[in-house]
Antibody, heavy 120, light 111 residues
Framework: EVQLVQSGPEMRKPGDSLKIFCKTS????????IVWLRQKPGKGLEWMAN????????RYNTIEGGQFTVSADKSTDTAFLQWDRLAASDSATYYC?????????????WGQGTPVTVSS | QSVLTQPASVSGSPGQSITISCTGT?????????VSWYQQLPDTAPKLIIY???RRPSGVSSRFSGSKSGNTASLTVSGLQSEDEGHYYC???????????FGGGTRLTVL
């Protein structure tokens, strides 16, 4: 069974740094893209960025407040999302998902989500 | 890129059918056979229910079906059940960088 398990809820202050993770299992991690998505409270889903673990290729979407970095570690089958300086507007639940691509395009499965609260 | 357009809410009675539309442009929905739909039940992560316009993943109820005409995709839920209540999001490939765009989401209420 393919599973994506994310790190737990986080609370930080504006200006803090943060790194959250997405631990995968049940498939060959290096050759599937991992996508990070944002969902602000009461709002819809936003596509943030993709990372390809085999060669650490990354693709970033243009979204509001997009000051973040994605990465992956093949040795631990884990993807990461990090911020050097958080802002209050970064408060959201963040999801990771595996991207099916090639002659198809879908996100499945999804991690359970990591709520991030940024407040002074 | 712009968010795909979905109705904010739809509702139906148990046993009825509803359809949710998802309108994009000829650069996303209209250009590729890569529209997918996600169900997000309260306080849970989204779940894939339709991919590549009309394909259903293993384990997803046959009550869910998808279609597309031009720049508009549609999700139909037949035989509505109370457990179907939640939000539904469409997503389309946007044609570059392996990026996608979502609809704003539709809240489904079973009366």
């Amino acid at each position: 069974e393919v599973q994506l398990v994310q790190s737990g809820p986080e609370m930080r202050k504006p200006g803090d740094s943060l790194k959250i993770f997405c631990k995968t299992s049940g498939y060959y991690f290096p050759t599937s893209w991992i996508v990070w998505l944002r969902q602000k409270p009461g709002k819809g889903l936003e596509w943030m960025a993709n990372v390809y673990p085999a060669d650490s290729d990354t693709r970033y979407n243009t979204i509001e407040g997009g000051q973040f970095t994605v990465s992956a570690d093949k040795s631990t089958d884990t993807a990461f999302l990090q911020w050097d300086r958080l802002a209050a507007s970064d408060s959201a639940t963040y999801y990771c998902a595996r991207l099916g691509s090639g002659t198809t395009f879908w996100l499945d499965p999804w991690g359970q989500g990591t709520p991030v609260t940024v407040s002074s | 890129q712009s968010v795909l357009t979905q109705p904010a809410s739809v509702s139906g009675s148990p046993g009825q059918s509803i359809t949710i539309s998802c309108t994009g442009t000829n650069s996303d929905v209209g250009a590729y056979p890569y529209v997918s739909w996600y169900q997000q039940l309260p306080d849970t992560a989204p779940k894939l229910i339709i991919y590549d316009v009309s394909r259903r993943p293993s384990g997803v109820s046959s009550r869910f079906s998808g279609s597309k005409s031009g720049n508009t995709a549609s999700l139909t839920v037949s035989g509505l059940q109370s457990e179907d209540e939640g939000h539904y999001y469409c997503m389309s490939y946007i044609g570059y960088n392996l990026l996608g765009v979502f609809g704003g989401g539709t809240r489904l209420t079973v009366l």
